[in-house]
């Protein structure tokens, strides 16, 4: 079992960066895939990115390609994801979760979630 405790986010304005971090107690954090997941007032938790327990592979959702970049530093147990050029629709709750086998996308593939942490960008 893993538990997951994200930080980082905030209020910034468009166009400002952020680095979300995810800090995983337990030995086992380099044998998990590790994704971020976002969910918007009134809206279901989309997906945002994922990585592989070596970080080789990583996958994003369309509206955050090129802004946005998932890594992982297995020796720290922390998963990270960097958002540049911040946009008013990326305002979420961000979550990390985490899931020893192959995920999909949906956020029912993966088993171990943090609490959130709030990221808000003004226009």
């Known amino acids: 079992q893993v538990q997951l405790v994200e930080s980082g986010g905030g209020l910034v304005q468009a166009g400002d960066s952020l680095r979300l971090s995810c800090a995983a107690s337990g030995r086992t954090f380099s044998s998990y895939y590790m994704g971020w997941f976002r969910q918007a007032p009134g809206k279901e938790r989309e997906f945002v990115a994922a990585?592989?327990?070596?970080?080789?592979?990583?996958s994003y959702t369309d509206s955050v390609k090129g802004r946005c970049t998932i890594s992982r530093d297995n020796a720290k147990n922390t998963a990270y994801l960097q958002m540049n050029s911040l946009k008013p629709e990326d305002t979420a709750v961000y979550y990390c979760a985490g899931r020893r086998r192959i995920p999909t996308q949906a956020p029912a593939a993966y088993d171990y979630w943090g609490q959130g942490t709030q990221v808000t960008v003004s226009s």
């Open positions: 990585i592989s327990p070596n970080g080789e592979i990583t």
